[in-house]
């Protein structure tokens, strides 16, 4: 799909549908970004690059689509984990564990000292009243509850956008959509592979230029009423 490209003009080209009385504030608008300089901001772009002798890119278009109330859904995931929860007894000896915390094994063992003798003597006694008082016990602890942080990826906006078709549906719907999917996809594809580029260029246009030939997708912006929502890929 060829990039998005325009003939020249030097304000913004609007993209939409003829949405008639309806508020803006319900109109999402989306345009190009690029990063400021000396900066981790963003910008609107209105710049015309130059990537190769035959490749000029210009980003003065935006969209303009109807994002209704039912149709938007932001997801943040936050990644904690439990470290420490398998760090107790529990985990280590599961079945004498189970045995201390449920007193079952104070009834084997006094069975096996009346069995092979030595259970009026006072050594017995003292283990077998040592081990009666781990029942009730856990080794749980606050510890064991604590959570850490690892990370979390990008938020994710997902919205469903509008256009119709009043007068000419070539114009007010496929034009949008049609710069929607350009913005999608990378803005220049080299032909060639990297070794192939580098021998036919002979390293002209740089180092990265020679090993990174292809440009990715434009960043885009979001506004929608009165919010900015950060630049992400479309």
Known sequence: ?????????????????????????????????????????????MDKRTLTADESFES???????????????????????????????????????MLQSGQLTPTLQALIDRFGGGDTATAQGALSTIASAQGRTGITKLNSTQTFTGMPPAKFTATLHFRAVKDALTEVRAPVQQLEEWAVPQLLANDSVI???????????????IYPSVV???LGLRYGDMNAAARRH
């Open 196 to 210: 192939a580029n580098a021998v036919k260029t002979g390293g002209d246009n740089g180092v990265f230029q020679t």
């Open 60 to 98: 003065r278009r935006r969209v303009r689509g109807a994002l209704p109330d039912d149709g938007r859904q932001l997801r943040n995931v936050f990644n904690w984990t439990s470290p420490f929860e398998g760090a107790g007894a529990e985990s280590k000896a599961p079945s004498l564990s189970a």
């Open 217 to 219: 997708p434009q960043i």
């Open 1 to 45: 799909m060829p990039a998005n490209r325009l003939t020249g003009t030097s304000s913004a080209r609007i993209l939409s549908s003829d949405w008639g009385g309806l508020s803006p504030h319900l109109l999402a608008r989306f345009y190009p970004v690029k990063r400021v300089n000396g900066s981790y901001g963003w910008t609107q772009s």
